[in-house]
Structure formats: C-alpha cells, structure tokens
C-alpha cells in the first residue's frame, strides 16, 4: 500500500489527459486540465511526506519535531497559482473563440478561417 | 484523423505512457520513507537563521525566493493576457445591468461575510511566516472577500469596489516591490532577494527579517491579481447581459 498515492497521481494524470484528448468543449477541457495539474499536488506531497511527522511549522511544537519536506509544499504552492493563472488565461481564450466563431468544441476549430 | 482513430491512438500511447508511469514512481521511496536532506536541512535552517516558524514560508519567501518571483510573473502575465483578451475601453463597468440580489437577508448576511473574510486574508496575510498561510493563500482569500460583494450585492456594487485603475495600481506596486526586495538585497552587497533586517525573535510578526516584506508584496500582488481576473470575466458577462436586454 505504500505506493497508493504515486499510483493515484499517475490515475489523475491519466485520466485527466483523457479527457483533454477526447474533449468537445473547451470549458470541459480546461477543467480536465486542472484535473491533470492536481496529479503534480498529489506526486508532490507524496514525494514529502515523512511517516508520523506534523507539518513544517513550528509554532505550537517543540524545536526538532520530525516534520514533513517544506520545498514540495512550497512547489505545491506555486503549482496551485500557476494553475490558476493558466486556466485564467485558457478560459479567456475560449471566452474570445466563443464570440468571433460561436463555438468552443476543438474538433470545429480545424474547419475556422480567420 | 477521425476521432476513433485518434482515440484508438491515445488508448495505445496512454496505455504506454501509464506503464512508464508506474515503472518511474516504483523507484521512489516508499511513501513516508523520505530520504531527500533538503527538506530536515530546512526545517532546522528556517527556525535558526530566519527565526520564521513556517518553514514553507522560509522557503517560498527566502530560500527560493527568486523562483516565487518568476511565479509572481507568471501569474502577472497570465493576468495581464486576460486583461487584453478581455478588456475593452470600460474602466468603470459596464451600465445597465441588473442583477441586484432581491433578498435582504442574503445581502446582509453576505456584505457581514465579505467584512470577516476580509479580514481573516488579512490575519493569513500577516502571519504567514508564524502559522499556516502566506501572502499567496491569504491574497487569495482578500479577493474571495472582494467577489463575495458581487455574489451579496450586484455588479455595479462589485465595481465601485473594485476599480479598475487603483486594482490595477496595487497588482503593479505588489508585483513590483517584491522585485525592489531583490535589488535592496543587491544593493546591501548579498545575493538578489538575501534575508536583510533584523531577524526579531521566533514566533512574533516581528520575525523573520525582509521575509515580513516579500510576505506582504505577494500578498498585494496576489490579491489584486485575483480581484482583476474576476473583474474582467464578471464584465464580459455583464456585457453580455447588458446586450441581451437592449
């Protein structure tokens, strides 16, 4: 069981690209996007975590409790915003292919000219 | 290519690349048998030479924290893409629109919720180096306060909040001081963006050293990072609105 949360990370992906492939709505697959982002998060913190150990703050708990790996949070942290801001972006995109060619399903956008 | 096709193909490669997968992450050490030195390193280091009890924070505002500002970048040109996707000429709003929430009891119960959330991003804001939270998390949640105007009231409240050129301001100021950081480390004669100041003592907000500084920044930049993406996708839809109802 030790690898269940590398392999639920690999699921994530996975599946999340599943649904990127098969997508017929762009508002669809920047969600499946971030569902493929969130399998990172998972890997992450899986990659950190230390058997009975707190979180890395040590306000409340005596100095040299065994705490869990600061670095992968802290890159959890700028994946969840980088996340954020792409999907942002992503969904403007969509927002702007919606009203100057009325629709948002990427296998219609190989048929637009200009 | 036909879709079967294309999906015969991807179930072929992603079969190939769920095999790889698996294969890579069984070289990983077993879940909770962590053996990268960094992490127990920092965890000393930040209580030691930073005198910060949030180690992530020690490590998103100091030890990495020039990483943070290409991420703070990141998230100011993602913004700043929306914005010139999305904007047109309408610094005020959009007029016209009415979507006022009928109920008082919800606009009350709403508005009181918007001023507490405010407040709770601002206490994560401020004590980000002490317990859970940062300039990141807590920025987020001072712009929640900011959307909750417009869930609680309606778009032309949400939009005399939220104007335009002074989120606009804070974004660049957030953004920007966070760089200025970096160049007053220079400047002191260390590496861009080394701890500076007095280091206090553990546990209170004065802690920490320029951690205190960069913490603020970013939650300035973050917060008005996230109220303008909501600004721009509220007046598309307002605009929208607007249209309709000629």
Known sequence: MTYLPYALAVWLFLVGLYGVVTSRNLIHLVVCLTVMQSSTYVLLLSVGYVNRATAPIFADVPKGTRAVDPVVQALTLTDVVVSVAIAGLLLALAIQLQKHHGTVDPDRLGELHG | MSRSFRLGLF??????????????????????????????????????????????????????????????????????????????????????????????????????????????????????????????????????SVALVYLAADYRAYRRLARTPAVDFVKGTGAGAFAVIGVVSLLLGTAYLHNFGPLGSSGTLASGGSIAFVNVAAGLAVSAAFVLLFTEFLDEFAATRAKTRR
């Open chain 2, 11 to 144: 179930g072929v490669s992603a079969a190939g690349l769920a095999a790889l997968l698996l294969w890579s992450v069984a070289g990983l050490p077993a879940f909770g048998h962590y053996q990268g030195p960094y992490g127990t390193i920092l965890n000393s280091a930040a209580q030691d030479e930073r005198h910060v009890t949030n180690a992530v924070a020690a490590v998103v505002f100091d030890y990495r924290g020039f990483d943070t500002l290409g991420e703070e970048f990141i998230l100011f040109s993602a913004v700043l893409g929306v914005a010139l996707l999305l904007r047109e000429v309408r610094d005020e709003g959009i007029e016209g629109v009415d979507d006022a929430v009928r109920s008082d009891a919800l606009r009350l119960a709403g508005l009181a919720f918007a001023g507490a959330l405010l407040l709770l991003g601002l206490d994560v804001v401020a004590h980000g180096y002490i317990s859970p939270g940062g300039g990141f998390q807590g920025g987020v949640i001072v712009a929640t």
